[in-house]
């Protein structure tokens, strides 16, 4: 038997006045889903302990079968695994966004205009961060470049208790009362206003607008958090298995769960990603022998994030068309039975661009015990309406693998 989740990020959403009263989830052609609801179980999960913030870090620990009330130590230390950084569990981390702010002159002024600089290359930013680095770094503080517009900041031997924002939420809102505070953040602060003048003629930056982008005009810390100490995948669930996905923070999960982290070139984390190569990768991982193959795809909550309602829509349906598909496909041809749940980690309701703590439709479907649901189409309205709730998310794994 070969497991497989396919985890369309935020890809869960409420009603929506541009898509005519529907969700995203109603309006996308999705028969592969249809199908899996219909022959399997869909109900409802709540992946977002109560009390718990609503991010992909607790949302996915929990999709992947882990009690984020037990493991969940912060989302930076998940992203910085993945990025190959050495930690001590006395280090503390941040994510470090590169971001673009309003041109206002006090900081506490400034607008979050993109918290991404129009997805700027890795090339791009990865100067940035290094150039930064060189007037930022001492014996117990650093930067580290990663993918796009995600890095990291270590802080060696160092205690916890900042308060942050994720960038992501204040989307064309005012930063005041959302910059960094408790213990680091004053530290924290003064680097991010110390970036801003330092990039304010930076050559990279100057290319960009030439290019009509959004340049990189501060630094944006959140997400702290130490090491996280997972039990292993296989320990836990007696499955061998991997990760496929283009974001940091879930190739970190599978590292430190003990999980093959398969690179897929042009594997971008957004709707223009290389959906066929995630798929293919996916397939090789279980065709190869692996049990078990996590499969994220991060462009649903993109698109929540930047109000995209059309492209929400059209990820839902290449996640149906380029995932799901191929990979029911290749699992018949090989004569593989196999079990696939499919399901979002959180709501990104397109009117909030934020994520929600609300519980997610799932599907989980045997190709050896196919039944008759009642479903037959997957939407957040025909899930609940099954009366199918699993309150605590992280034991959907167990049903998947233990049946």
């Not at 680097?191 to 290019?211: A, Y």
Request: net charge negative.
């Amino acid at each position: 038997m070969k497991y497989i989740v396919v985890l369309g990020d935020g890809m869960a959403d409420q009603p929506c006045e541009e898509l005519k009263g529907h969700t995203p989830l109603e309006l996308a052609k999705h028969p592969h889903m249809d199908f899996l609801a219909s022959k399997g179980v869909c109900g409802m999960a709540k992946t977002v302990p109560q009390g718990m913030p609503p991010g992909s870090d607790t949302a996915n620990l929990s999709a992947i079968g882990y009690d984020p009330k037990v493991y969940y130590t912060g989302r930076s230390p998940l992203e910085a695994v993945s990025m190959g950084i050495e930690l001590s569990l006395d280090d503390v981390t941040y994510r470090c966004n590169t971001v673009t702010l309003s041109d206002d002159e006090n900081y506490e002024d400034c607008t979050m205009i993109d918290y991404s600089c129009d997805e700027i290359t890795t090339a791009e930013s990865t100067v940035i961060i290094n150039d930064l680095n060189e007037q930022f770094q001492t014996d117990g503080l650093q930067l580290y470049p990663g993918v796009s517009y995600r890095h990291c900041l270590v802080l060696r031997d160092a205690q916890t208790g900042a308060v942050t924002t994720p960038p992501h939420d204040i989307l064309e809102k005012g930063v005041r009362g959302h910059l960094p505070s408790g213990q680091n953040g004053e530290l924290l602060l003064n680097m991010m206003k110390k970036s801003r003048e330092l990039l304010k003629n930076h050559p990279i930056n100057q290319k960009r607008i030439e290019r009509g982008l959004n340049p990189v005009t501060s630094l944006w810390f959140w997400g702290e958090g130490r090491k996280p100490n997972l039990t292993s995948f296989a320990e836990k669930y007696g499955k061998t298995g991997a990760v496929v996905s283009a974001v940091d923070l879930i190739k970190g999960i599978g590292i430190c769960a003990g999980l093959d982290s398969i690179d897929v070139e042009g594997a971008t984390g957004n709707i223009d990603t290389n959906f066929d190569g995630k798929a293919q990768a996916a397939i090789d991982a279980l065709l190869g022998g692996k049990d078990f193959v996590y499969v994220h795809l991060e462009a649903p909550d993109e698109c929540g994030h930047r109000h995209e309602p059309e492209n929400k829509v059209r990820s839902i349906e290449l996640i149906d068309e380029k995932i799901i598909a191929p990979i029911i496909k290749a699992m018949k041809e090989a004569g593989e039975e196999f079990c696939m749940m499919v399901l979002p980690d959180h709501p990104t309701p397109l009117a909030l661009r934020t994520h929600t703590s609300d519980p997610v439709p799932f599907i989980i479907y045997r190709s050896n015990d196919e039944k008759d649901s009642g479903v037959q189409r997957y939407t957040e309205a025909n899930a609940a309406a099954t009366r199918v709730y699993v309150a605590e998310g992280f034991r959907l794994m167990e049903q998947l693998i233990q049946g």
